[in-house]
Protein backbone atom coordinates (compact mmCIF):
# COMPACT_ATOMS: atom_id res chain seq x y z
CA UNK A 1 0.00 0.00 0.00
CA UNK A 2 1.39 3.32 -1.33
CA UNK A 3 1.81 6.22 1.90
CA UNK A 4 1.77 9.76 0.60
CA UNK A 5 4.85 11.48 2.39
CA UNK A 6 4.19 15.03 3.78
CA UNK A 7 6.75 16.19 1.26
CA UNK A 8 4.01 15.17 -1.38
CA UNK A 9 1.59 17.22 -0.14
CA UNK A 10 4.02 20.22 0.15
CA UNK A 11 5.20 19.61 -3.30
CA UNK A 12 1.09 19.67 -4.30
CA UNK A 13 0.65 22.96 -2.57
CA UNK A 14 3.63 25.05 -2.98
CA UNK A 15 2.62 24.08 -7.67
CA UNK A 16 -0.75 25.25 -6.61
CA UNK A 17 0.63 28.17 -5.19
CA UNK A 18 3.07 28.80 -8.28
CA UNK A 19 0.28 28.36 -10.66
CA UNK A 20 -2.21 31.18 -8.91
CA UNK A 21 0.52 33.84 -8.80
CA UNK A 22 1.90 33.13 -12.32
CA UNK A 23 -1.70 32.98 -13.41
CA UNK A 24 -2.45 36.62 -11.34
CA UNK A 25 0.68 38.01 -12.97
CA UNK A 26 -1.14 36.86 -16.52
CA UNK A 27 -4.13 38.33 -15.73
CA UNK A 28 -2.32 41.74 -14.61
CA UNK A 29 -0.32 41.97 -17.65
CA UNK A 30 -3.44 41.68 -19.08
CA UNK A 31 -4.81 44.59 -17.48
CA UNK A 32 -2.02 46.48 -18.40
CA UNK A 33 -2.57 46.08 -21.99
CA UNK A 34 -6.35 47.44 -21.64
CA UNK A 35 -4.74 50.76 -19.91
CA UNK A 36 -2.33 51.32 -22.76
CA UNK A 37 -5.09 51.24 -25.25
CA UNK A 38 -7.91 51.96 -23.46
CA UNK A 39 -9.77 52.78 -26.82
CA UNK A 40 -9.70 49.38 -28.23
CA UNK A 41 -11.09 48.48 -25.09
CA UNK A 42 -14.01 50.93 -25.16
CA UNK A 43 -14.66 49.94 -28.43
CA UNK A 44 -14.97 46.60 -27.26
CA UNK A 45 -17.66 47.49 -24.81
CA UNK A 46 -19.48 49.89 -27.31
CA UNK A 47 -19.70 47.44 -30.22
CA UNK A 48 -22.60 45.32 -29.01
CA UNK A 49 -23.95 48.15 -27.81
CA UNK A 50 -24.64 49.85 -31.16
CA UNK A 51 -25.75 46.40 -32.34
CA UNK A 52 -28.42 46.44 -29.98
CA UNK A 53 -29.66 50.09 -30.77
CA UNK A 54 -29.87 49.45 -34.31
CA UNK A 55 -31.42 46.13 -34.49
CA UNK A 56 -33.92 47.53 -31.86
CA UNK A 57 -34.35 51.26 -33.39
CA UNK A 58 -33.80 50.30 -36.97
CA UNK A 59 -35.21 46.77 -37.89
CA UNK A 60 -37.58 46.86 -34.62
CA UNK A 61 -40.42 48.18 -35.78
CA UNK A 62 -40.81 46.08 -38.72
CA UNK A 63 -40.64 43.03 -36.36
CA UNK A 64 -43.28 41.03 -34.58
CA UNK A 65 -42.98 38.79 -31.37
CA UNK A 66 -44.81 35.32 -31.79
CA UNK A 67 -47.61 35.30 -29.67
CA UNK A 68 -47.57 39.61 -28.66
CA UNK A 69 -44.90 41.47 -26.63
CA UNK A 70 -42.67 44.11 -27.22
CA UNK A 71 -39.68 43.01 -29.23
CA UNK A 72 -36.95 45.11 -26.98
CA UNK A 73 -37.49 42.47 -24.67
CA UNK A 74 -37.42 39.86 -27.44
CA UNK A 75 -34.37 41.36 -28.79
CA UNK A 76 -32.16 42.15 -25.56
CA UNK A 77 -31.64 38.60 -24.18
CA UNK A 78 -30.98 37.49 -27.77
CA UNK A 79 -28.49 40.27 -27.75
CA UNK A 80 -26.78 39.46 -24.81
CA UNK A 81 -26.29 35.55 -25.51
CA UNK A 82 -24.85 36.97 -29.37
CA UNK A 83 -22.22 39.29 -27.39
CA UNK A 84 -21.11 35.78 -25.39
CA UNK A 85 -20.75 34.79 -28.81
CA UNK A 86 -18.64 36.98 -30.37
CA UNK A 87 -16.38 36.94 -27.35
CA UNK A 88 -14.49 34.42 -28.59
CA UNK A 89 -13.43 36.58 -31.64
CA UNK A 90 -11.28 38.66 -29.23
CA UNK A 91 -9.57 35.57 -27.80
CA UNK A 92 -8.73 34.21 -31.27
CA UNK A 93 -6.98 37.76 -32.03
CA UNK A 94 -5.24 37.89 -28.62
CA UNK A 95 -3.57 34.21 -28.71
CA UNK A 96 -2.80 35.02 -32.24
CA UNK A 97 -0.80 38.27 -31.35
CA UNK A 98 0.77 36.52 -28.78
CA UNK A 99 2.18 33.93 -30.78
CA UNK A 100 2.95 36.31 -33.57
CA UNK A 101 4.91 38.75 -31.45
CA UNK A 102 7.19 35.47 -29.75
CA UNK A 103 5.04 36.29 -26.44
CA UNK A 104 4.46 32.88 -25.99
CA UNK A 105 7.59 31.65 -27.09
CA UNK A 106 9.07 34.14 -24.29
CA UNK A 107 7.15 32.80 -21.22
CA UNK A 108 7.58 29.21 -22.23
CA UNK A 109 11.39 30.21 -22.15
CA UNK A 110 10.63 31.66 -18.22
CA UNK A 111 10.41 29.74 -14.83
CA UNK A 112 6.84 29.92 -14.66
CA UNK A 113 3.81 27.45 -14.40
CA UNK A 114 2.94 27.03 -18.53
CA UNK A 115 -0.61 26.60 -17.27
CA UNK A 116 -0.85 29.79 -16.00
CA UNK A 117 -0.40 31.45 -19.57
CA UNK A 118 -4.32 29.45 -20.34
CA UNK A 119 -5.71 30.28 -17.00
CA UNK A 120 -4.76 33.81 -17.20
CA UNK A 121 -5.80 34.36 -20.45
CA UNK A 122 -9.31 32.62 -19.35
CA UNK A 123 -9.51 35.07 -15.83
CA UNK A 124 -8.73 37.85 -18.37
CA UNK A 125 -11.77 37.18 -20.81
CA UNK A 126 -14.04 36.18 -18.54
CA UNK A 127 -13.43 39.68 -16.60
CA UNK A 128 -13.99 41.61 -19.93
CA UNK A 129 -17.35 39.50 -20.61
CA UNK A 130 -18.44 40.58 -17.57
CA UNK A 131 -17.69 44.39 -18.29
CA UNK A 132 -19.48 43.81 -21.12
CA UNK A 133 -22.56 41.98 -20.09
CA UNK A 134 -22.82 44.64 -16.95
CA UNK A 135 -22.90 47.72 -19.84
CA UNK A 136 -25.45 45.93 -22.44
CA UNK A 137 -28.00 45.23 -19.31
CA UNK A 138 -27.32 48.94 -18.18
CA UNK A 139 -28.04 49.30 -22.16
CA UNK A 140 -31.17 47.49 -22.00
CA UNK A 141 -32.41 48.71 -18.94
CA UNK A 142 -32.33 52.21 -21.01
CA UNK A 143 -34.17 51.16 -23.83
CA UNK A 144 -37.28 49.78 -21.66
CA UNK A 145 -36.36 45.81 -20.85
CA UNK A 146 -36.81 44.84 -18.09
CA UNK A 147 -37.17 41.11 -16.39
CA UNK A 148 -40.03 40.06 -15.14
CA UNK A 149 -38.90 37.10 -13.10
CA UNK A 150 -37.29 36.85 -9.49
CA UNK A 151 -33.88 38.11 -8.74
CA UNK A 152 -32.88 34.65 -8.16
CA UNK A 153 -34.24 33.40 -11.37
CA UNK A 154 -32.00 36.64 -13.23
CA UNK A 155 -28.96 35.60 -11.75
CA UNK A 156 -29.22 32.25 -13.04
CA UNK A 157 -30.05 34.04 -16.56
CA UNK A 158 -26.66 35.61 -15.73
CA UNK A 159 -24.84 32.66 -14.83
CA UNK A 160 -26.10 30.93 -18.42
CA UNK A 161 -24.95 33.24 -20.53
CA UNK A 162 -21.23 33.38 -18.58
CA UNK A 163 -21.16 29.90 -19.22
CA UNK A 164 -21.54 30.41 -22.54
CA UNK A 165 -19.17 32.56 -23.04
CA UNK A 166 -16.82 30.47 -20.86
CA UNK A 167 -17.24 27.48 -23.39
CA UNK A 168 -16.79 29.91 -26.71
CA UNK A 169 -13.66 30.56 -24.66
CA UNK A 170 -12.13 27.58 -25.00
CA UNK A 171 -13.66 27.26 -28.64
CA UNK A 172 -11.33 30.45 -29.36
CA UNK A 173 -8.50 29.30 -27.59
CA UNK A 174 -8.39 26.24 -29.77
CA UNK A 175 -8.66 27.94 -33.10
CA UNK A 176 -6.52 30.86 -32.24
CA UNK A 177 -3.87 27.90 -31.57
CA UNK A 178 -4.65 26.49 -34.52
CA UNK A 179 -4.60 29.51 -36.74
CA UNK A 180 -1.95 30.85 -35.70
CA UNK A 181 -2.02 33.75 -37.82
CA UNK A 182 -4.56 37.14 -38.46
CA UNK A 183 -5.01 36.08 -41.53
CA UNK A 184 -6.80 32.85 -41.13
CA UNK A 185 -8.51 34.38 -37.56
CA UNK A 186 -10.21 36.51 -40.23
CA UNK A 187 -11.43 33.45 -42.30
CA UNK A 188 -12.59 32.20 -38.63
CA UNK A 189 -14.47 35.55 -38.02
CA UNK A 190 -16.66 35.53 -41.21
CA UNK A 191 -17.69 31.82 -40.61
CA UNK A 192 -18.55 32.99 -36.88
CA UNK A 193 -21.36 35.36 -38.13
CA UNK A 194 -23.53 32.90 -39.78
CA UNK A 195 -23.68 30.71 -37.05
CA UNK A 196 -24.46 32.92 -34.52
CA UNK A 197 -27.04 34.72 -36.67
CA UNK A 198 -28.48 31.77 -37.25
CA UNK A 199 -30.29 31.44 -34.03
CA UNK A 200 -33.50 32.77 -32.20
CA UNK A 201 -31.57 35.95 -31.00
CA UNK A 202 -33.45 38.35 -33.47
CA UNK A 203 -36.58 36.21 -34.59
CA UNK A 204 -38.37 32.71 -34.20
CA UNK A 205 -37.06 29.83 -36.41
CA UNK A 206 -40.99 29.49 -37.60
CA UNK A 207 -40.11 32.23 -39.80
CA UNK A 208 -37.46 30.70 -41.65
CA UNK A 209 -37.22 27.83 -44.28
CA UNK A 210 -37.75 24.65 -42.51
CA UNK A 211 -34.52 23.38 -42.56
CA UNK A 212 -32.96 26.44 -41.34
CA UNK A 213 -35.80 26.86 -38.72
CA UNK A 214 -34.50 23.03 -37.13
CA UNK A 215 -30.81 24.40 -37.45
CA UNK A 216 -31.75 27.42 -35.58
CA UNK A 217 -33.45 25.40 -33.14
CA UNK A 218 -30.52 23.29 -31.92
CA UNK A 219 -27.59 26.04 -32.53
CA UNK A 220 -26.42 26.31 -28.65
CA UNK A 221 -26.63 30.15 -28.65
CA UNK A 222 -30.43 29.88 -29.24
CA UNK A 223 -30.70 27.29 -26.35
CA UNK A 224 -28.62 29.97 -24.09
CA UNK A 225 -31.35 32.95 -25.63
CA UNK A 226 -34.33 30.98 -25.30
CA UNK A 227 -33.18 30.22 -21.64
CA UNK A 228 -32.48 33.48 -20.89
CA UNK A 229 -36.27 35.28 -22.40
CA UNK A 230 -37.65 32.35 -20.05
CA UNK A 231 -36.19 33.09 -16.73
CA UNK A 232 -36.31 36.93 -17.67
CA UNK A 233 -39.99 36.49 -18.33
CA UNK A 234 -39.46 37.62 -21.42
CA UNK A 235 -41.28 37.35 -24.31
CA UNK A 236 -39.92 33.83 -26.36
CA UNK A 237 -40.74 31.59 -29.08
CA UNK A 238 -42.15 28.14 -29.49
CA UNK A 239 -42.43 25.31 -31.37
CA UNK A 240 -45.17 22.57 -30.98
CA UNK A 241 -43.99 19.65 -30.69
CA UNK A 242 -39.93 20.26 -30.30
CA UNK A 243 -38.28 18.59 -27.64
CA UNK A 244 -35.20 21.55 -27.77
CA UNK A 245 -37.76 24.28 -27.17
CA UNK A 246 -39.55 22.86 -24.29
CA UNK A 247 -36.04 22.07 -22.44
CA UNK A 248 -34.47 25.50 -23.82
CA UNK A 249 -32.80 25.43 -19.74
CA UNK A 250 -31.43 22.24 -19.88
CA UNK A 251 -29.87 22.75 -23.03
CA UNK A 252 -28.61 25.84 -21.98
CA UNK A 253 -26.16 23.63 -19.70
CA UNK A 254 -25.51 21.10 -21.58
CA UNK A 255 -24.12 22.80 -24.78
CA UNK A 256 -21.83 24.91 -23.04
CA UNK A 257 -20.31 21.84 -21.51
CA UNK A 258 -20.38 19.36 -24.37
CA UNK A 259 -18.44 22.36 -26.32
CA UNK A 260 -15.93 22.61 -22.99
CA UNK A 261 -15.58 18.82 -22.72
CA UNK A 262 -14.47 18.96 -26.37
CA UNK A 263 -12.14 22.09 -26.99
CA UNK A 264 -10.63 22.59 -23.54
CA UNK A 265 -8.44 18.87 -24.08
CA UNK A 266 -7.78 20.07 -27.52
CA UNK A 267 -6.83 23.32 -26.66
CA UNK A 268 -4.56 22.10 -23.57
CA UNK A 269 -3.12 19.64 -26.17
CA UNK A 270 -2.19 22.24 -28.82
CA UNK A 271 -0.46 24.54 -26.31
CA UNK A 272 1.74 21.54 -25.16
CA UNK A 273 2.44 20.81 -28.39
CA UNK A 274 3.58 24.23 -28.80
CA UNK A 275 5.96 23.56 -26.33
CA UNK A 276 7.71 21.26 -27.92
Known amino acids: MTTLQPSTFITAGGR ?12 WRGFAQWARTPGQFAVGLAFPVMMLVMFAYFLGGGMAVEGGGNYTEFLVPGMFALTMAFGLEGTMTSITQDINKGVLDRFRSMPIAQSSMLVGRSLLDMI ?22 TLTEALAALGL ?11 GIYLGLVAGRSELVQAVQI ?18 PAWMGTIAEWNPMSATAGAVRELFANPGWTVT ?20 LVFAPLAVRKFTALSR
Do not use: C, Q, Y
Open 241 to 260: GSWVTDNVVLMAVVWPIALM
Open 16 to 27: MKRLLADSSAMT
Open 191 to 208: LTWPVVFLSNAFTSPETM
Open 161 to 171: LLLLRFAMLWV
Open 128 to 149: NSAASLAVMVGAGLLMGWRWHG
